[in-house]
């Protein structure tokens, strides 16, 4: 007969590991949406460049990003006519 596996660390881990996902996925919301308000409108040269160092993304990333939200911004008016 097989013993028990006493599993109680591993689900402790797994609940860690599912909070910290979630905390990450939060950061990473309110990041995206703080790059959004500095650059949307932002004309000054060396803005885009100045976001990429303090977040750490590329500048091909934060050119995404600003993407996504014109597409989005598009796609809301276009749904409101």
């Known amino acids: 007969m097989m ?3 006493d599993t ?3 689900d402790a881990a797994a ?3 599912r909070r910290a996902e979630a905390a990450l996925d ?3 919301a309110e990041l995206i949406t703080e790059v959004v308000a500095v ?3 932002n004309e ?3 803005a885009q460049a100045d976001v990429a160092r303090r977040t750490g993304w590329s500048r ?3 050119r995404q990003i600003m993407q996504r939200n014109a597409e989005t911004k598009r796609a809301e ?3 409101t006519e």
């Open 3 to 5: 013993a028990a596996m």
């Open 8 to 10: 109680t660390a591993l």
């Open 15 to 17: 609940r860690r590991y």
């Open 26 to 28: 939060r950061a990473r």
């Open 39 to 41: 650059l949307e409108g």
């Open 44 to 46: 000054e040269r060396g």
């Open 60 to 62: 091909e990333q934060i």
């Open 77 to 79: 008016s276009a749904s």
